[in-house]
């Protein structure tokens, strides 16, 4: 499965989505590290880990998905993994020694559905920031867009804005941007994605021009599923 914890996906109100920066070619090592070190210690503590991910085509990158019941238990999960854990403790100081950056960080509430569980080998994660403009932006995706994406077979897909209150734990720095627009979807395989990518491309010049209009910014993270990949590799060779 992708996400290592699926029944607690549905109720998840806080989500980070953690982008970090590796020393060169150290992407297969780092994940390998962070999933046997970390994911069942924080899942213990009430972090989930809901992805895992390379990003496409660079081996200096590690995303990694954090889900959380509210804003109240993710400050007390932060206390007790990174100041009291042994998990940590025994082991942070080699995760920091392979990271260059870690402060790439979203901080993100469900815009109406939370549903994060998949077992799809690609994602893809589009931010969409509006200046000024993201009341239109999330009342144009709701009436056209969306309803497009059906027609086209992307329905394993869901949306999320920034969670505003306070980043009571500002040892990990996170962006909080009230004018962004996120959303995450899960594809077969790249294949998939790309099949239909085309199809978006081929929207309807009107709805692409309001589009255009309204979103200022438009950037995406093409991501490799590193746990769903690795399981299909094991079943390969079976």
């Known amino acids: 499965m992708a996400y290592n914890n699926l029944e607690d996906s549905e109720d998840i109100q806080v989500l980070e989505i953690r982008n970090y920066l590796l020393k060169p070619n150290l992407a297969d090592t780092f994940s390998q590290y962070f999933h046997s070190k970390f994911v069942e210690s924080m899942k213990e503590l009430g972090g989930y880990t809901l992805g895992e991910f390379k990003i496409d085509s660079l081996n200096d990158r590690f995303v990694w998905l954090r889900g959380f019941k509210d804003m109240d238990t993710r400050v007390k999960f ?10 940590w403790k025994e082991n942070g100081k080699a995760a920091n020694e ?4 870690s402060d790439n960080v979203y901080l993100l509430k469900p815009l109406n559905n939370n549903n994060l569980k998949t077992n799809k080998s690609f994602t893809v994660i589009d931010f969409y920031i509006c ?6 932006v999330i009342k144009l995706f709701d009436a056209e867009y969306k309803p497009f994406l059906k027609t086209i077979n992307i329905t394993d897909i869901s949306f999320w804005i920034s969670e505003m209150k306070e980043n009571d734990f500002p040892r990990l720095p996170v962006f909080q941007d009230k004018n962004l627009l996120v959303s995450i979807t899960h594809f077969e395989d790249k294949d998939d994605y790309e099949a239909k990518q085309k199809a978006i491309d081929g929207m309807s010049s009107s709805l692409n021009f309001s589009i255009q209009q309204l979103v200022t910014i438009h950037h995406k993270l093409l991501l490799l599923n590193q746990q769903t990949n690795n399981q299909r590799t094991k079943n390969d060779a079976n």
């Open 78 to 87: 932060l206390n007790d993994f990174y100041c009291e854990s042994i998990a």
């Open 98 to 101: 392979m990271m260059i950056n």
């Open 131 to 136: 200046n000024s403009t993201i009341e239109q």
